[in-house]
């Protein structure tokens, strides 16, 4: 499944990460305000660069366990990436995942991409379900899964060892049918 670039929003295009992004990239990937609910600490020039050229080739799904990166593009500037792992083909589950740059961020923009990411889940990988996951303490990435119509289905407690402490995990996840009714 390789969607038809660039993905059109309301405001955004979405498309595969290209080598000339590293700039736009490394600028949120190195604040630390934005990696402190991600796995990782804030990004070094090395590790942005290395993220970058693990992101370039990951622009379609062929077999499950695959990520499609995308970046976030508004006026010609990357302000974030949004994910779409294929988790099961026999089971057609997906999560999906998002990060803006602050200076992007409460404009609505991390929900208008990640729409577009669960139209290409529900509609061109025909998924049955999409999750998505966050620490509770993440208030803006929970409160966007509500926004996106996705249920709290579970809170881990202490479920991972989250930079040094035990951490807990809400899980949220929308089915195919709720999107459906949704968009009727
Ligand atoms: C999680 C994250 C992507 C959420 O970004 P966000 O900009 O808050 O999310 P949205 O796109 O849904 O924007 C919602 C806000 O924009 C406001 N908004 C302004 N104009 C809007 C519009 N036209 N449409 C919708 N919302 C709009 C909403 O009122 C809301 O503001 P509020 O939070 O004060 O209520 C962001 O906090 C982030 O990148 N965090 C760091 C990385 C991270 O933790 N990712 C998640 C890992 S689980």
Request: with cysteine; charged share 30%.
């Amino acid at each position: 499944m390789r969607p038809d670039y660039p993905l059109k929003t309301d405001r955004l295009l979405l498309r595969p990460f290209e080598p000339g992004d590293f700039d736009d990239l490394h600028a949120y990937r190195s604040n630390p305000e934005v990696c402190r609910y991600l796995y990782g600490e804030a990004a070094t020039p090395e590790e942005s660069a290395e993220r970058l050229e693990r992101s370039l080739a990951m622009d379609e799904l062929t077999e499950e366990g695959q990520w499609l990166v995308l970046a976030v593009v508004l006026d010609d500037e990357v302000i974030g990436d949004v994910v779409l792992k294929w988790v099961s083909e026999q089971h057609r589950q997906g999560e999906v995942g998002y990060t803006l740059n602050p200076a992007h961020q409460g404009k609505g923009y991390a929900r208008e991409a990640a729409e577009a990411m669960l139209k290409v889940g529900f509609e061109e990988l025909e998924l049955h379900r999409i999750t998505a996951i966050c620490d509770p303490r993440n208030e803006p990435s929970w409160r966007l899964m509500e926004r996106l119509g996705m249920r709290r289905e579970a809170h881990f407690r202490e479920s991972e060892m989250f930079k040094g402490a035990w951490g807990d995990t809400y899980v949220y996840a929308l089915l195919a049918e709720e999107y459906e009714r949704a968009q009727a």
